[in-house]
């Protein structure tokens, strides 16, 4: 009888510190956000990558991004340079092959796009007083590794699912969902091959699939930390 | 075998000049003993060599490269936008490059140097902004085209126009990559695909640009393949692509001798097709993939032999060596081994996807990220033995390497990069 009252209770004790060590979403994203070195993060001022991106070709890419809310992607489509940007105010591109040369401000969901786009610090950032909502679904495998599933409705209703490694805390999958003339598909985005910068982690290789099928991989060869930028270089030509 | 070809049709054009003059064959051989002997160095007169096929009779070349690829002689990098490869003779390189909208012609000595240029006209910018094509030299005339379906003739020598001809303006239909026809010479004759209704195909006198003869063929816009002629006792023939289509052409009068239409109605034909003892292979990335097909003796009829829809390149070209077909694909990024007796995929290799030559036993691969690889080709394995990444140059890495007297000769964009990979 003893030795059943001693088993009961040791059991009890594995299962309560089990439970004890269960974090909370807040606790997960906390270490999350540590681990990415969002702390230096905020210091920094502007980064810029570059790299390839892979869709149906193989064209250089490079993003531009200045605190707090400025962007600019460069990247060749079809051989030829064209520009999605937000300069802190309005959103613009040029789509070179249509035929137009021609910066077009963008308006509606495009500018959204590219406005949430511009949002220098990451979306786990202060993410109460945006008011998002954050909620834990779970422990899942992936390739082997064990991840947290965070479900996150944003404070305008998007709703994202980030999957973070349970033993490190760096960001290994997220999935989202982009509206296409076929109807709402799933966007499955892969980050691999992180890079300590500065104190900061990267992905220096992102693979994504739209509906199940490959869409695009990125390559970066280079992050620049802090490097002076105009501002200008985020405004729309005008001429 | 590739090696041991010697009659480049520099020579088959020294031979037919002097026919004209009735010399007897005797004396003909002599001359051309003697004129052979004039000039050890190999030429590389039109688009992917002697018989458009990618292989360079080539000796002596290294069998790996060093870490960091081969020495570079030289670059010279004001060569315009532009996708088409060099021709080399015995004194000089001739590329094509774009520049404000205009299709340049540029003469370089061998070290790189520019001796000329000459404007030709308008070029494609529209996408893939740049020259497209690679001129064909012969017997001091180069024939040259644009993406705007301007086809000209230049004396080598000067760069002086003879004459040009605007094939839009013969009911010619542009299409949405732009023409991108490397001229073919037989004889006296030089081929092109206006790709009008009633004007798909025509032969020009290649000494005046006269039109000799229009084809309808089957009445489809252009596609973007450089031809290949295949000769025959009883006649010639001009196989190419238009839109969904190969066509067989007797290149004597135009008339149409058999066509093969592809699956679906994929528009980018690109791949020069190869003839060698009696079958005809192609591949359509955007049509039928990889296709083997025999043509009867008197050349007027094809039957199937096999298709492997599953090799699927679209602009890489390929070689066939000693029983197997080597190209990459083009939805998935790997570089494939076929049997040339069956179409079965005997091995993939991932290196991206792109172009293929061949010299001296091996394989030089040139995908679209920069990687110059050099491959043994083992039977039904394809082996990697070197890379290098070419990181000078713009835009695409689409244009094909040539190698010739021992350099490798790189087109990325506005740079032309020569590499030394003779065995020293």
Known sequence: MKRILVFAFLSLVIVFSSLAQELTVDQIIEKHLKAMGNDIMLKVNTIISSGHITRQDYMPLKIIRMRPNKYKMEFDMQDITAYQAYDGTNAWMTAPWTGNMEPQVLTGGGANDMKSKAEFDVVFYQWKEKGHNAELMGKEDYNGLEVYKIKLTQADGTIEYYFIDSRDFILQKKISYRKTRNGEMEVLTMYSDYRDIQGMKFAFYTESLMGGQPYSTIEYETIEINTKLDEKVFSMPTE | ?424
């Open chain 2, 1 to 424: 075998m590739f090696r041991e070809i010697v009659f480049s049709k520099y020579y088959y054009h020294k031979i037919n000049l002097l026919m004209k003059f009735n010399l007897n064959l005797k004396t003909i051989i002599v001359i051309f003993l003697f004129v052979s002997n004039c000039s050890f160095a190999q030429q590389v007169l039109e688009w992917r060599g002697i018989q458009r096929n990618g292989v360079y009779p080539e000796k002596n070349l290294l069998t790996s490269w060093p870490e960091g690829g081969p020495a570079l002689l030289w670059e010279n990098a004001s060569m315009g936008n532009g996708y088409g490869s060099p021709i080399i003779t015995d004194n000089n390189i001739f590329i094509l490059g774009e520049t404000d909208s205009i299709c340049y012609l540029y003469a370089l000595d061998l070290t790189g140097k520019e001796i000329w240029k000459s404007k030709i006209g308008y070029e494609w910018v529209y996408n893939y902004p740049g020259a497209r094509t690679t001129p064909t030299y012969v017997d001091g005339l180069l024939y040259v085209s644009t993406g705007m379906g301007i086809v000209s003739c230049f004396e080598a020598s000067s760069g002086k126009e003879k004459w040009t001809i605007d094939m839009q303006k013969i009911n010619g239909r542009n299409v949405r990559f732009g023409y991108s026809e490397s001229l073919l010479i037989d004889g006296d004759k030089t081929f092109f695909m206006p790709g009008g209704a009633d004007t798909n195909v025509v032969a020009l006198d290649r000494f005046t640009g006269k039109i000799l003869w229009i084809s309808k063929g089957l009445g489809q816009i252009p596609s973007y393949c450089s031809p290949l002629m295949i000769k025959l006792p009883q006649r010639n023939i001009l196989v190419t692509f238009s839109k969904n289509a190969l066509l067989g052409i007797d290149a004597s009068d135009g008339k149409l001798l058999w066509s093969q239409v592809q699956d679906g109605e994929g528009d980018v034909q690109v791949n020069t097709p190869w003839y060698e003892n009696g079958y005809i292979y192609y591949i359509s990335g955007d049509g039928n993939g990889a296709v083997k097909l025999k043509l009867s003796d008197d050349g007027t009829s094809i039957t199937d032999v096999w298709k492997n829809k599953k090799c699927d390149n679209l602009m890489g070209a390929f070689v066939k060596v000693d029983g197997y077909i080597y190209t990459s694909g083009y939805e998935k990024r790997y570089y494939y081994v076929l049997d040339e007796k069956t179409g079965d995929i005997t091995d993939s290799v991932k290196f991206d996807r792109g172009t293929i030559n061949y010299a001296d036993g091996l394989l030089y691969l040139y995908n679209e990220k920069g990687h110059m690889g050099l491959f043994k080709p083992a039977g039904p394995k394809l082996e990697k033995v070197s890379s290098f990444t070419v990181t000078k140059g713009t835009k695409a890495h689409y244009a094909h390497p040539v190698i010739c007297n021992g350099i490798l000769y790189i087109r990325h964009g506005k740079s032309l990069l020569a590499y030394d990979i003779r065995v020293k």
